[in-house]
Nanobody
Framework: QVQLVASGGGLVQAGGSLRLSCVAS????????MGWFRQAPGKEREFVAG????????HYTDSVKGRFTISRDNAKNTVFLQMNSLKPEDTAVYFC???????????????WGQGTQVTVSS
């Protein structure tokens, strides 16, 4: 059974930081590109960041470039999203995802996590 368990969300003031984690089980972690998506109330889910199997290549949506950093620890089957300089518009439920296609853009994820709420107050 495949599980992606995300954690690390919470309430933070604008300008603050959070680090999200997602632990994967039931998959061969090193054969999946991993990534993060988010969905704000009333909006569609959007891609935030992705990382290839080896971690050598990363991709970000323009609105988070320079503020967010995705990384992975293949020994611990874990992907991280370090979020700095948070803004109120970053408020959303954040989902991790896994995709067998290794371009790091997660255009069609095979698996999704359950989501973790991030709220940024102004």
């Amino acid at each position: 059974q495949v599980q992606l368990v995300a954690s690390g969300g919470g309430l933070v003031q604008a300008g603050g930081s959070l680090r999200l984690s997602c632990v994967a089980s039931g998959i061969t972690f090193t054969t999946y590109a991993m990534g993060w998506f988010r969905q704000a109330p009333g909006k569609e889910r959007e891609f935030v960041a992705g990382i290839t199997w080896s971690g050598r290549s990363t991709h970000y949506t323009d609105s988070v470039k320079g503020r967010f950093t995705i990384s992975r620890d293949n020994a611990k089957n874990t992907v991280f999203l370090q979020m700095n300089s948070l803004k109120p518009e970053d408020t959303a439920v954040y989902f991790c995802a896994a995709d067998t296609y290794n371009n790091g853009r997660l255009s069609s994820p095979n698996y999704w996590g359950q989501g973790t709420q991030v709220t940024v107050s102004s």
